[in-house]
């Protein structure tokens, strides 16, 4: 057993962020992490001659600026998204410049909504009760035609949450999208949360972290199991059989995760409960990468949305002084569930073929490589991209995860009130917890 005034749970930018953040208030601290690798829901792929696949999260913009600064201070450069030609909306069988009139003026009743949500405390949100107990599928069918609420749903809660417009309760997504500046800023390329990517991936910053904390505070394969107190200490076990003492404990890994670790004694039933209603997204990434990207031949960016079939979006992520191309597309809920239940070889047929109907060039059906990565199967993360609050569940439970239980802390891009769901809520959520801890600890020793 190894005793350290601060065990963090998880090496993703969250964890490496708070511990970071700890080392500079003066704490020791020992990070641990299941995987054989830093990242948590980041991971990049390189193919032959070094074209780099971002499996999971992988881009920023702008007011992301913890992420901006971490980037500067750690030398890693960036490139914005690749978008030469035009975007489209799919629309009602129209292929249209931009959502249409109707689907804007629902996006600005979201806005307008939105920015009644309280962020620290969003029960406190006026309605909040009724608001939650409503999904946005409903609302959304209150607010304008069949196809637009259609087309909305799949943009908001797929594009946005992982998940289906019925799954989705107006106040999760009135609080997501408060938390990431409005519609505009989260759905857009240029300007928008899709604006910049990292050479390398994100993994090479999260390297970089990991590197300037030093890697002798981290602890790779060290898969926990176990919390148990034992006096004002935390016994942090892991299945190997390494045990680690520690004053406060920081989780930072997803809250579907931590369910499975058994805490000893078990934690308040509020926090349990927030835990079990926020549930990870169900989604699948796709690349489909060309000699070159063969949509710029058609005044096409690549950058497209529709109301209809496998794919709700996708997006030129081409790389920068390579010249292939690279298509890059999602599907999110019922439609990855009906994909997933295909053969590999049978879903990968039907996506190209919906491929060569949005871009109009058969070359489409024929790329060099084709990428697909299911973080539903990563066991230490469950799905993706992040979790969100079933229906009826956030005004209700939301406040247990703000508060500490016997110097366990949660931290993790969900606990984030400010871009939750995005690297720069899980890096602002870690080092939050992580000042939390070191005011906590400090006057602990000026008591003692």
């Known amino acids: 057993m190894s005793n350290t005034p601060v065990v963090v749970i998880g090496a993703g930018f969250s964890g490496l962020a708070a511990a970071r953040e700890l080392r500079a208030q003066g704490l020791e601290v020992v990070v641990v992490e299941a995987r054989d690798r830093v990242g948590g829901r980041v991971s990049t792929r390189r193919l032959d001659g070094g074209l780099q696949i971002d499996l999971g999260g992988q881009w920023i913009g702008p007011t992301q600026t913890r992420m901006y600064e971490l980037a500067a201070e750690l030398g890693v450069d960036l490139f914005p998204l690749q978008e030469v030609g035009a975007a489209v909306v799919h629309q009602g069988g129209e292929r249209l410049a931009a959502p249409s009139a109707a689907a804007a003026a629902v996006l600005e009743r979201v806005d307008a909504l939105a920015a009644t ?4 405390a969003p029960e406190r949100t006026p309605d ?8 946005l599928h409903t609302w959304l069918r209150g607010q304008t035609d069949p196809g637009t609420a259609a087309y909305l ?3 908001l809660a797929g594009g946005l949450l992982a998940k289906d417009a019925g799954e989705v309760s107006v106040l999760q997504m009135l609080f997501y999208v408060r938390s990431g500046n409005g519609t505009a800023s989260l759905l857009a390329t240029r300007g928008g949360a899709q604006q910049d990517r990292v050479f390398g991936g994100p993994a090479a910053l999260v390297e970089r972290m990991a590197d300037a904390l030093g890697r002798q505070h981290l602890r790779l394969g060290f898969a926990v199991t176990g919390l148990t107190l034992d006096g004002d200490d935390w016994l942090v076990r892991a299945a190997d ?3 680690l003492r520690a004053r406060r404990v920081v989780v930072t890994v997803p809250p579907a995760v ?5 805490v000893s004694p078990p934690l308040p039933s509020p926090t349990r409960r927030a835990l079990a209603s926020i549930t990870p997204g169900l989604a699948m990434k796709y690349h489909a990468v060309y000699p070159t990207p063969l949509w ?3 005044g096409l960016s690549g950058v497209f949305t529709t109301d209809a079939g496998w794919i709700t979006e996708a ?4 790389v920068p002084g390579d010249a292939r191309g690279v298509l890059t597309f999602f599907t999110y809920g019922d439609e990855t569930v009906a994909l997933g239940a295909l053969p590999a070889e049978q879903r990968r047929e039907l996506l190209l073929a919906e491929l060569v109907e949005r871009v109009g060039d058969a070359r ?5 490589d084709f990428v697909e990565f299911s973080w539903e199967d990563e066991a230490y993360t469950g799905g993706c991209f992040s979790g969100s609050f079933a229906v009826g569940t956030m005004h209700r439970w939301a406040a247990a995860l703000r508060e500490p239980w016997r110097g366990l802390h949660l931290a993790g891009t969900e606990t984030a009130d400010v871009w939750n769901g995005y690297f720069e809520g899980a890096v602002r959520a870690g080092e939050r917890e992580a000042r939390r801890v070191a005011e906590d600890l400090g006057e602990v020793r000026a008591g003692g």
Request: charged fraction near 30%.
């Open 153 to 155: 749903g799949r943009v």
């Open 241 to 243: 059989g390494r045990v």
């Open 128 to 135: 909040a009760a009724a608001l939650d107990k409503q999904t």
């Open 296 to 298: 710029r031949e058609h």
């Open 364 to 368: 489409i059906a024929e790329p060099a």
């Open 117 to 120: 949500v309280d962020l620290r």
């Open 315 to 318: 997006v030129d992520n081409s």
């Open 258 to 262: 931590l369910l499975g670790v058994r």
